[in-house]
């Protein structure tokens, strides 16, 4: 009797440890199939569905916006470190642009106003690379980047160091994209290369809104 009974715990021990480890089987092959391979935006009912590849090391990756670094001028994404990022833009091979949500004390309407009050650009000074140049009028603020503007009701605008820090002056390019704004980065050196530079940023906005593969 005390052998049957030892035999039927020991069967019903085996029989709980192979259902358990049935469970745990089927709950790591869903885990498995859960893998995301995109990131998403949303804002203002526009969704951008953004592959993992096309973004930074995933301590850049946020709710309201993602970084995204790509080879210049190729605009192929690059799996690199921010560490590796700094001499490869030097050396312009590499573009780097922050992809974000538009918050709301960041309005389309007043984005160039706010960067041409905060640089004290006041002065139209002509034209450079089919850019409007805003300028300081007062030398005493001659030390603040100037204003490469692009289109003013659809913001697109440059801003970057002139003079004789040019060569090591990195241009911030502001670009609002429906309800995003990306804010791309490239050295003074490529200002006159914006177009492209803009085109190629727009055509990948563009996918990740269409949720094509981007190349």
């Known amino acids: 009797m005390v052998s049957f009974v030892f035999k039927t715990i020991a069967i019903t021990a085996t029989l709980c440890l192979i259902v358990t480890l049935l469970l745990t089987s089927n709950a790591y092959a869903e885990g498995e199939e859960e893998v995301i391979h995109t990131h998403e935006l949303q804002n203002g009912g526009v969704t951008l569905v953004i592959p993992k590849p096309h973004t930074a090391p995933v301590y850049n990756l946020m709710r309201e916006g993602v970084w995204i670094y790509m080879s210049y001028p190729e605009f192929t994404s690059l799996e690199i470190e921010k560490s590796e990022l ?21 309005l389309k309407s007043n984005a160039l106003s706010v ?3 905060k640089n004290k650009a006041d002065l139209k000074a002509g034209e450079e690379f089919g850019l409007t140049v805003y300028k300081q009028s007062d030398a005493k603020y001659a030390d603040k980047p100037n204003i490469w503007v692009d289109n ?12 004789e820090d040019a060569k090591k002056s990195v241009c911030s ?6 309800n995003f704004y990306a804010l791309i980065f490239y050295p003074r050196t490529e ?10 940023v727009d055509a990948l906005y563009q996918s990740y809104k269409n949720h094509e593969e981007a190349q």
């Open 86 to 106: 700094q001499g490869l833009t030097a050396a312009g091979k590499a573009i780097d642009f922050f992809l974000r949500t538009v918050p709301a004390d960041k």
């Open 115 to 117: 960067e041409v009050k």
């Open 152 to 163: 003013e009701t659809a913001p697109s605008f440059i801003v970057c160091q002139d003079g």
């Open 173 to 178: 390019h502001y670009l609002y994209l429906d």
């Open 191 to 200: 200002l006159k290369n914006w177009q492209k530079i803009k085109n190629n």
